[in-house]
């Protein structure tokens, strides 16, 4: 980008805010593999992302999101999947029994900290109507959620059951929207506007050819960083007090397929918390930091009956799987940078106003360190 076109870039900001343009719309590239067709947790086939935006009145400011690993019946198809915890200051359910058996049964829901319930209840009403679930008797709901108390009512609990569903009904494959939508409808990162943001990185086929994606729901805080660009410092926003300017909490969901196990998958999602404190993030005692991870890989798609006691599965060697750390940690980054770039100011509850990430200005800091591909000196 030569100084020309950089000053045109300045005095269009309202044009660049209007058109959603994510991170390397920008000449910024983040990391060195690869990424998918649409750049998006839904490069990993199969799966789709469905979002339920409340935008009400001047308090209502939140919503869900749901994540589908595929299309079939969940239940009776499980996925292997991890979940790792950064810092456990939430209210994930479901988190025991992954533990313990090393799957999820059912999409994977992101909503706000007091619609984990309402949730759980859709999850159980989603999986009990299926008509091959009849006999089905249990059923362990995975919810993760942040706190979108400073915008949105969170005490009115305005997320119930339809909405839930209606993410699930709506969710589909291709491009997924980004920022100010379902469970990021609400959410503040680094002192702006966070959201909902995805990423995804594709292995070489020297090394498989797997696809990784992420999807986050980002509200914490720490040092912004962007593509190790100190642009907190540089713009005088970061935390003085260490207590609710830091804290929050970070979703992130990474699926792949990859043939992988539950011990595999764990591995992944610690490399996710890489991701994150590479964009300035730091766990702060009062954030709630999760990682869900799951391989939709179709040949270890584990049957709820099955006539055999035994699990015939195909995974990959422990030597085998660092091209997927490097794919997830790259992926997270990028996905949490999507969400601030896709997310516009807000004002909701009590008047409370948050504004988005000055683009301008962090693209003069991002010039000023020669951090821009295209800039030409």
């Known amino acids: 980008m030569n100084k020309i076109v950089f000053l ?83 209210k994930l359910a479901g988190y025991s029994q992954v533990k313990e058996l090393g799957n999820i049964e059912t999409p994977i829901i992101l909503t706000n900290t007091l ?34 108390g400073w915008l949105n009512d969170i005490r009115g609990r305005h997320v119930k059951e339809q909405h839930v569903l209606d993410a699930i009904k709506n969710a589909k494959g291709g491009t997924v929207e980004e920022g100010n939508v379902g469970a990021g409808t609400g959410t503040i990162c680094f002192n702006y506007k966070g959201g909902i943001g995805t990423s995804s990185r594709r292995i070489p086929k020297s090394y498989g050819g797997y696809t990784v994606g992420v999807l986050v729901q980002t509200n914490f805080g720490g040092i912004f960083e962007l593509n190790g660009v100190p642009i907190a410092k540089e713009l005088d926003n970061y935390p003085r007090q260490y207590t609710y300017d830091v804290d929050g909490s970070c979703m992130i969901v990474v699926l792949t397929d990859a043939p992988l196990s539950s011990r595999n998958l764990e591995r992944m999602a610690k490399r996710a918390m ?70 516009k100011t807000m004002k909701g509850r009590d008047g409370h106003e948050i504004e988005a990430l000055p683009i301008v200005k962090a693209l003069e800091v991002m010039k000023k360190y020669r951090a821009l591909k295209t800039t030409k000196e």
Do not use: C, W
Not at 37 to 50: F, P, Q, R, S
Not at 278 to 300: P, Q, R
């Open 8 to 90: 045109i870039l300045l005095s269009t900001t309202s044009v660049i805010y209007a058109q959603n343009m994510r991170v390397r719309d920008y000449g910024i590239e983040i990391g060195v593999l690869k990424t998918g067709a649409l750049n998006a947790i839904t490069d990993v086939d199969g799966v789709k992302v469905g979002h339920t935006t409340l935008i009400e009145g001047n308090s209502i400011r939140t919503g869900v999101t749901a994540i589908l690993p595929h299309s079939g019946n969940i239940f009776q198809q499980k996925v292997p999947a991890a979940i790792y915890l950064g810092n456990g200051f939430g």
């Open 115 to 148: 619609g984990v319930p309402a949730a759980s209840d859709a999850l159980i009403t989603y999986t009990l109507d299926h008509s091959d679930n009849s006999d089905v008797r249990s059923v362990n709901s995975i919810v993760g959620e942040t706190n979108d």
């Open 274 to 343: 890489m991701g994150l404190a590479k964009t300035g993030g730091i766990a702060s005692n009062g954030s709630g930091d999760y990682v869900i991870a799951a391989s939709t890989a179709k040949e270890n798609l584990i049957p709820y009956t099955s006539e055999s006691r035994y699990k015939e599965t195909k995974e990959l060697r422990n030597g085998a799987v660092t091209p997927l750390f490097l794919a997830t940690i790259e992926a997270t980054e990028e996905a949490i940078l999507n969400s601030l770039f896709a997310a």
